[in-house]
């Protein structure tokens, strides 16, 4: 069955560095658009960073530009996030997303929480 399986997340002091990882299993990992996104308590989920599957273009929400980094292994089917210079208000779920047509398949989210 298809499963995406997000690790990394964690407790980290402002100014720091997670790597968020998330595995892919029972679809054709590279034929998708890989996306991650947050939620924080009390708000709306949102897009955080998108690779596409054909160049692998990636776009960022203008509150991660220049500290995140999405990448892709399509041999391992697995996406990253690099995260650097964390600030409080990166404080989220951070859920694992990827689409393909109209099929989309999310992950179950992992938790990073950024405090002193």
């Known amino acids: 069955q298809v499963q995406l399986v997000e690790s990394g997340g964690g407790l980290v002091q402002p100014g720091g560095s997670l790597r968020l990882s998330c595995a892919a299993s029972g679809f054709t990992f590279r034929w998708y658009t890989m996306n991650w996104y947050r939620q924080a308590p009390g708000k709306e989920r949102e897009l955080v960073a998108t690779?596409?599957?054909?160049?692998?273009?990636?776009n960022y929400a203008d509150s991660v530009k220049g500290r995140f980094t999405i990448s892709r292994d399509n041999a391992k089917n697995t996406v990253y996030l690099q995260m650097n210079s964390l600030k409080p208000e990166d404080t989220a779920v951070y859920y694992c997303?990827?689409?393909?047509?109209?099929?989309?398949?999310w992950g179950q989210g992992t938790q990073v929480t950024v405090s002193s």
């Open positions: 690779m596409a599957s054909a160049d692998g273009t990636s």
């Open positions: 997303n990827a689409v393909w047509s109209r099929i989309d398949y």
